[in-house]
């Protein structure tokens, strides 16, 4: 039986608001918009707030990111830590990108990242679950 019976019950919620986050991610690298985060992000998380800021320091002046997508391979665990807050362990991926000036120059080349283990841990003690913490654990072997 799960420690946390309530929380355990809406783990799906959580994993589907994690698949909502790099979907986020992916719309701000092919918009600029900040919006999609909007009802999934607490603005306690001081590491989201950071994902953001770096994506939108390299769209200033006009200039834009071509590829550099962000694709979830795996969701590799979800458990509750406690009544309130549900921890999701995926694996993701990042394509390679290019940041462009307006006139379509590359100004800078982003590799590809290998998989990568990330962790979120998700709060359901609100009506709409939100990324309360996010945290890179390490490279996929």
Known sequence: EARYPQAAARENQAIATVLAFFDAMNYQIDTG??????GIVSSY?????QVVAE????QTNGNHIQGGHFHVISVDSV???DAALI???VTARED???QLDVSGNILRYFQQIPPTQVGLSV?????HAIIQHFYYI????
């Not at 709060?123 to 009506?127: D, F, L, P, R, S």
């Open 123 to 127: 709060n359901i003690e609100t009506q």
């Open 33 to 38: 918009s900040t919006d999609h985060f909007n």
């Open 55 to 58: 994506t939108r320091s390299l």
């Open 79 to 81: 458990y509750p830590t």
């Open 87 to 89: 921890s999701v362990l």
């Open 138 to 141: 390490g490279r996929s072997s």
């Open 96 to 98: 390679a990108g290019e």
């Open 45 to 49: 998380c001081a590491k989201c707030a």
